[in-house]
């Protein structure tokens, strides 16, 4: 109890902290390089690893680790699958019987530490932090669309700070707040910097009267990172998606239709340096990067166009799938995967697979391309040809609300909106 009010009061402390802030010398950044219809079947063998796994391109994370995976929002963890015993119900826990419909909540996303000891679940409104076996151990409340991330000895709330210990950071807290109606687009953080991309309302507190994208950078001065020097500090007006690649150069979509890759670092007055700004003929609703490639969607009159993107900005290939997609697109190892209404897999702009769906489905790419989905009741594990593999189903038909979380060794965690469920 203690705990938990103390984990409350630090995620309502964080909001309102400033650093102390220099200049430090710019550096430069070099463009990643590239690494290098089938109807979807159920099966009923048990699955074993495949004997070789794609080597995993810089960026992807060892664990589902922020939202759709990583910075660069592609939805694919370097972790292999595996076969799955069973999908074990976890309850909520929350103290004095509390539950998710008593709260008025939905999960929207679960994840997890990279080494395994750790998860946290984001309700909207408030998350939680629990052990590696999904007991609850505190929680606090935070704004509805910022998201979390988790490291193995912290998470971030805010792109700030907390120990998964309940002990005092010394990480300085970011030049960065949140407006309430806003969003975090994307966050990229490690030993020596960190990059914060939101999106700021006009509601205050820290709210600057209109809709803007704004990006804050610093660099860690001391080794235990109490001293950071800003980087860069600015914004673009109204509203966007944004993505985060290895090299720290952001990519951000706006609804005005231009597209921007932003430096890793600001000018001489630290504002964020454009290195590619075009209109593109069409909005983007949702962004990923699978270097070199940008990708992202639009809505066209029969259904999603999905856009793969070089870092000129050009069009390397377009396909239209008739489903609305719900989550920017995965990267599928070699392919790309969009998910929604119905599940896509692309090639080079051929549509090599694809099924409909009569609810909406949320994804996560493995290693190899093969994907964990979240449809319906069940978790599904598929193959990059399509084939369902295994079909796990919840206790009651309960209906499972997050991207699967998908953890280095193959465990993968889900939630509904009454309990947590993992598959070991």
Known sequence: MIRSLRVA??????????????????????????????????????????????????GIPSSYVTSYASPMHSSRVGAVRRSYATLARVEIGWPGGATPESKRVKPRFVFAAPDGAHLIVDWGSSFDFRDGSGKYLGGGAKTERFDLTAADDAYYVYGNEALWSGAPT??????????????????????????????????????????????????????????????????????GVAAIGPDWRTVLAMGDGTLRVL?????????????????????????????????????????????????????RWTAVVPFGVQQPPIDGAGRVVVIGGGIASIEAGKIVWSQASPVTMLGTAFADGALALSVGAELRIVDREGTILQALQTIGGESLTTPPCILADGTVWVATEKALYVAR
């Open 170 to 239: 010394t990480t300085v807290k970011p030049n960065s707040g949140f407006s309430p109606d806003g969003a975090m687009l994307a966050f990229k953080f490690d030993a020596t910097r960190r990059l914060v991309m939101t999106q700021v309302s006009p509601v205050t507190p820290h709210g600057g009267g209109s809709w803007a994208a704004q990006l804050y950078g610093d660099r860690f001065a001391k080794p235990d990172r109490s001293y950071a020097e800003l980087v860069m500090w600015g914004g673009f007006p109204g509203r």
């Open 263 to 315: 430096s890793d670092a600001g000018d001489a007055e630290k504002h964020p340096v454009a290195l590619l700004d075009v209109k593109l003929p069409y909005v983007v609703t949702a962004l990923s990067l699978s270097p070199p490639l940008i990708l992202a969607t639009s809505v066209s009159a029969a259904g999603t166009t999905v856009h793969a993107l070089d870092a000129s900005g050009a069009e």
């Open 9 to 58: 009061l630090v995620a309502l402390a964080l909001v309102s902290c400033r650093p102390h802030i220099e200049h430090p010398p710019e550096d430069s950044a070099v463009m990643p390089s590239a690494p290098a219809s089938v109807a979807v079947s159920s099966g009923s063998g048990r699955p074993q690893p495949p004997t070789t796994v794609p080597a995993v391109p810089p």
